[in-house]
């Protein structure tokens, strides 16, 4: 004779429901490791606790496993892309062409051109922009310079130690 049905509701009591998720967390790793062995699957489990603490099982690598499975959905996502309508992409050309013109709009701004068709808090934030790229700039130059520097030491340091080994 088999057992009665169990009502699926949370259990109130602390204790039991720990017990339970004891034992039912050990069956279902069990079940994992059973599917793995009996059909050859690569199984991956990953349980976290209602105190945060984490239970796993991989047949094989778990990271490898949740990257498979990464590609995977990341495929399907991409075949969705493929078979949508052409009525759907039609209506992102639109869409797209107005990105292109803002795109190139804003990229003539930073060359200093059409100036004025903007605002005082968009010419703000250009200007924001410009002394950003001006101060990453100038920091650049003075790597460069840096390196320069100890180059062209490190280079008259060796021409004197070979020179003065010549004269001596």
């Known amino acids: ?30 079940k994992a490791y059973e599917l793995h062995v009996l059909c050859d699957a690569e199984v991956g489990l990953i349980i976290f606790s209602s105190r945060g603490k984490l239970y796993e099982f991989g047949s094989s690598d778990l990271n490898t496993i949740v990257e498979r499975y990464r590609q995977s959905t990341y495929a399907l996502q991409n075949n969705n892309v493929e078979g949508e309508e052409p009525q759907n992409l039609i209506l992102e050309i639109p869409k797209l062409k107005a990105k ?14 059409n100036l004025e068709e903007l605002g005082l808090k968009e010419l703000q934030n250009l200007e924001k922009r410009l002394d950003r790229t001006l ?16 180059l062209f030491t490190v280079t008259v340091t060796k021409l004197l130690k070979h020179f003065s080994f010549l004269y001596c």
């Open 1 to 30: 004779m088999g057992r009665g049905k169990v009502v699926l509701e949370r259990i109130e009591n602390k204790i039991n429901r720990q017990v339970s998720f004891s034992k039912r967390r050990n069956g279902l790793l069990k």
């Open 100 to 113: 292109y013109e803002s795109l190139q709009r804003t990229e003539r701004h930073f060359h200093g051109e």
């Open 135 to 150: 101060s990453q700039a100038r920091q650049h130059k003075v790597r460069f310079l840096y390196t320069l520097s100890y």
